[in-house]
């Protein structure tokens, strides 16, 4: 455990780190907008692109910050052979949750004070730049997620050293045991690590609603278009992650549960287990695929933010 | 929308207030209708957040908004003006544009009616 609590400390080390970095950066340079005074009737091209690159400078910051995250906590919980695979499913959403924290930390382009400046009043609020239903899947699916740990640290029982990561059956003639199982062990840890997650990707909504208008007023669709697709990468990186380790939760769990089922008989009272094992299996398994699909596209958005805020048609946020 | 002229010599909190007061007063903002927040607002004017809090609250004290820590500012109703005003001072405010008078020269026409009557 305490390999861990290392591990932890080092990410968010890092995390803060290339949030201070970053923060620096923005300081020194000099800030994006458009000089205020004679402006053609439009705004350009090369302006347009100016005002959106900070925006895709911090979804891509995000995104690769995650990725790169990921990559280093699982390589290093490998080598925890202590810990039985802890780390390992903790590392998606741990890294998720920085690169959203690192969204959140990132301050606004600083933009200069124009001699007349404009604001509309409407009220952003975080999910203002995505139907309901794009925050009502991932929500819903956590909820689930949660029942679901509840339901197999119920149905755990405690292994040789008393960790609740195995799933325990007897029958009047035989016992049998079979693991890893998401018990206690790893259900607490993960609605913690969803907890976080969740509390990231608000904190990353909150920002992209919070940050200042684009200076000039023939950039208001410009301005919408830019928070809808940063609201879009924030889904999909936060969801994209927290499926992954869902599917790769239910895996184990409906593997252990047919190995249990097949150790005790072939036919009778645990055959609907082997179902329900072969079920979590297939779910979990296209639940961690349906994962990394988000997180693909999430880094796609990411890249491409400032060609798809000239899309006219905006693409529907309907499954984040 | 609302706008904030740093070359103006009203100050920008009044600029503000007096804004949001005539939107409210025209039934431009209805009844219950929520502000941004103060940060958003401070944010998208380039003005300091205590200008915004400031014209939000003599804008409380004049019984046209409401403020809560956990719902923000809304408009506060029974503070529209009747439609009959609404609709001649759109007409009168077509006729100055006509006219090309300035919005100071045609409040003052206004001023000037005013004391007469």
Redo the contacts between chains.
Sequence with gaps: MTKLILLLAVVAIAALAVTGIAGQITRKRTPRALAPGSTPAAATRPAEDRAMRFAQLRAVAAVALAIVLFVAMFRLSIGMTGLVGLPVALAAGFSASAGLLLYSALPPAKLPAAAKSSAVLVRREPWSFAPRRAFAIPLASMAAFVLFLVATGITSSPDEQGRYRQISIATADTASSAGPYPGWFYGIPLIVATLVLAASAYLALRRIAGAPALPDPRMARLDRRWREISTRVVLRLATGAFLGYFGGTAVFGGMAMMGVSRNIATEGPTQPLFALGAACTALGAALAVTGVVLLARAFWDAVSIRTSVRQEKPEPVAAP | ???????SPVPPFEQIREQ?GD?IRTGA?EAGQ????I???A?????AAGTVARAYSELEAAGLLELSRAT?ARVRPGHDVPENIRRAAADFAAGARDQSLTLEEALGVVRAQWRQT
């Excluded at chain 2, 929308?1 to 070359?7: F, H, P």
């Excluded at chain 2, 929520?34 to 927040?37: A, D, E, K, Q």
């Excluded at chain 2, 944010?43 to 003005?47: A, T, Y």
């Design positions: 929308m609302i706008t904030v002229d740093e070359s949001l939107l903002m929520r502000l941004p927040s940060r958003q607002l944010g998208d004017l380039r003005v923000g």
